[in-house]
């Protein structure tokens, strides 16, 4: 797998038995997932179980992978979390065992060097990856069909303050806390809230970005909005070790 770390949320409630894959999220170690913490705050849906190694979340296609589904054993919701402004939009999801690492089973790195710490990664092209919705349908209704199988794209990061005058309008606020990245018709879609923005570093994969909000699918002046993950990587640590 060339994304081994991403991770696929699957949920349930009375009528939909599931698991309804509706979220991404990130493998950080071999116990906990990363993810965006609205995700984890569907008063429709519990988050039950998370699917790693996976390429194509159709059962029936013989794609090789070997995935792996792991019940959730906790959620840690980061205790600022603002669902109404979408700040502080990150999660831990504890597994219920710990994940034996294999070629499609991996952990990402987190970037505690100071030298990503310090960055504001502008003008970089990291990666995204998902199960998302690959096209919007004509009306503003999230009805474009969502993809069975990973997807990727690389996207530029731009400035702040681009997101802060085009949200702006909407009311949005837009913080040092996340990272504005996404041209036209490039971005992440609905379907993969929660997965992660990967910048690579000579040879690793570091977790930069977490998918939190957007408007529309790569639409003209909205890039997407990510949860700055340098910005939390204390209270990662504090939590996850």
Known sequence: GAWPWIAALGFKNDKQPGPNWLCGGTLINDRYI????????????????????????????KDGATPLDVRVNKIIRHPSYDSKLK??????????RTVPFSRNIQPICLPILPELRSNDFVGMNPFIAGWGRTSFGKFSLPCGTSSNVLMEVQIPIVENDICRKAYG???????????CAGTDHKDACLGDSGGP??????????????????YKCGEPNFPGVYTRVTEYIDWITRTVY
């Open 169 to 179: 309008t909407m009311g949005r606020i837009v913080t040092d806390k996340q990272i």
């Open 34 to 61: 990363i993810t965006a913490a609205h995700c984890t705050a569907n008063k429709n849906f519990i988050l039950y179980v998370v699917r790693l190694g996976e390429l194509d979340l159709d059962g029936s296609v």
């Open 197 to 214: 923005l990967m910048l690579t570093e000579q040879v690793n994969f570091f977790l930069v970005g977490i998918v939190s909000f957007g």
């Open 87 to 96: 700040i502080n939009d990150i999660a831990l999801v504890k597994l219920n």
